[in-house]
């Protein structure tokens, strides 16, 4: 906290520095990068300070200046509102990575919403692991979020990508970010194709034909029952040589019905202290 605390410091003096008006410096903070005549940013000195500050913290730490501005603007964060955040993670009741995702959830709430946020996410922090905290503070932040989500859904599209990073041994990732109705449907389109894929004489693991399903639909518009078979495209059936590939979203329900209820329904005999609710 003392580290996050004088980088803060830093960012502020360098500043300062170059801003007498400590009213113009607070409007800085509210928005950093006010748009100028052409629409780009103004590089004014409290932005520029800020540029400067990401650059060298960048160069010291090795990393993207992207990264850099990341731990800025939460080290701001946790500085000036999650107090509660930056005392656990100085207790040593939470681990650097909770802090960080709580900040990532934290800084795009309103101000009204951080408070009862933090309580609730400190404390789950306090005896969870990083991998299931990740996914309550998904969650809770989705719950107290003031805005409808239809809104919020809509505004996140605007900034749908496709990014393509290098891996080691002439490999890469290819990532997308996507409506999460978009992203669940191509996997589970790709999943599905795989599944007829399976038989006899198939090497490949799951993961794999769900490469190479995903590879051929992108870049044949085709994909390959087996090695040197093509599928046709569209819905193509078994019966005719090919995998069928389907067409749009198909929805699927799942109904869980648990096993003591289903007994309770047949008129088996359920100890009292053991019966399920009815449905």
């Given at each position: ?219 044949a518009g085709e994909v390959p029952c087996s090695y040197g078979r093509p599928c046709a495209g569209g819905d ?44």
């Amino acid at each position: 906290a003392r580290t996050i605390n004088q980088l803060r410091e830093l960012a502020e003096r360098r500043a300062a520095s170059r801003q007498p008006s400590a009213a113009g410096l607070d409007a800085v903070r509210v928005s950093p990068s006010q748009p100028d005549a052409r629409g780009g940013a103004t590089w004014n000195p409290a932005f520029t300070a800020r540029r400067e500050l990401a650059t060298e913290l960048a160069t010291l730490l090795r990393e993207s200046e992207r990264t850099a501005e990341t731990r800025i603007a939460h080290a701001e964060l946790l500085g000036a509102q999650l107090h509660e955040t930056a005392d656990a993670l100085e207790r040593a009741v939470i681990t650097p990575r909770h802090a960080q995702l709580i900040a990532d959830r934290a800084c795009d709430l309103p101000p009204e919403a951080r408070a009862e946020f933090e309580r609730l996410a400190v404390a789950a922090a306090e005896r969870m692991g990083v991998a299931p905290f990740a996914r309550r503070v998904r969650r809770l932040r989705e719950l107290l979020h003031p805005e409808p989500l239809e809104q919020r859904a809509t505004t996140a599209a605007e900034g749908r990508w496709v990014a393509v990073e290098p891996a080691s041994d002439a490999m890469a990732y290819l990532t997308a970010y996507l409506p999460a109705v978009d992203a669940v449907a191509i996997y589970d389109r790709v999943t599905r194709i795989i599944r007829d894929l399976a038989g006899e004489g198939e090497t490949r693991t799951a993961a794999q034909r769900r490469a190479d399903v995903f590879t051929a639909l992108l870049v044949a518009g085709e994909v390959p029952c087996s090695y040197g078979r093509p599928c046709a495209g569209g819905d193509a059936s078994p019966s005719e040589g090919g995998a069928p590939l389907g067409r749009g979203i198909r929805a699927r329900v799942s109904i869980t019905v648990p096993a003591l209820t289903l007994l309770r329904r047949v008129g088996a005999d359920v100890p009292a202290d053991r019966r399920a609710a009815h449905l």
